[in-house]
């Protein structure tokens, strides 16, 4: 999502429920505790946001591959007035330019159906994670095109119609749950727990 009619027809879409849902998670799962946290594919910044409020002791560091989300999560950082808790910066998640254990937290919203490796990214996400809380929550494929259809007519009725394709596509471009679980095995992190959140949503969460 690096055209600008990509992502500014994201931003534009309502992920306030979601948002918070998983930040609510990962503090729950330990996120509150976390002092050094990175979120992987950041988007236009809402998480990070999300997670300086709900954690005023923490450092963040967000990343994503697509420089004009970065351009979007700039202007909200600095409207925040928060260039110095959260730290942006452009990353390949497949490739991450952190030492191993680097953060005490990692969270990543909705990003792994757009990576073309999915086994790269969990890996790497585990790799930065030190003592600490991993929460990873994504869409989870339908099981056909009418389904898909369904969960668009649900969730983005209020959405313009190249808003609902995004998230047509995007329900389309994700894994199953039988797919994420190789994935994690393969990865190394077949201790994660995994489980469906919403009607649409699957969480993986991991404590160390």
Do not use: W
């Not at 494929?141 to 394709?165: C, F, G, S, W």
């Not at 995004?166 to 039988?178: E, G, H, N």
């Amino acid at each position: 999502m690096d055209t600008p009619e990509e992502a500014h027809g994201y931003d534009a879409m309502d992920h306030s429920a979601a948002n918070q849902s998983v930040v609510s998670a990962f503090l729950e799962a330990g996120g509150d505790a976390c002092r050094e946290i990175l979120d992987i594919g950041t988007g236009p910044g809402d998480i990070p946001l999300l997670l300086a409020a709900a954690n005023p002791s923490a450092r963040i560091t967000a990343v994503d591959a697509a420089e004009t989300m970065l351009g979007l999560a700039r202007q909200k950082v600095a409207r925040a007035g928060l260039e110095d808790r959260i730290t942006l910066r452009a990353a390949d998640a497949k490739s991450l330019p952190f030492d191993d254990g680097a953060f005490d937290g990692v969270i990543s919203n909705t990003i792994l159906h757009h990576i073309p490796d999915p086994v790269s990214y969990l890996a790497e996400a585990g790799r930065v994670l030190g003592r600490g809380t991993l929460l990873i929550r994504d869409l989870c494929r339908p099981t056909d095109r009418d389904a898909a259809e369904r969960l668009v007519a649900l969730h983005a009725a209020q959405e313009n119609e190249y808003q609902q394709k995004l998230f047509f596509d995007s329900l389309c471009a994700s894994l199953t749950l039988d797919e994420v679980r190789d994935a994690l095995r393969r990865a190394g992190l077949a201790d994660a727990s995994l489980a469906m959140t919403s009607d649409r949503h699957y969480t993986i969460a991991l404590r160390r």
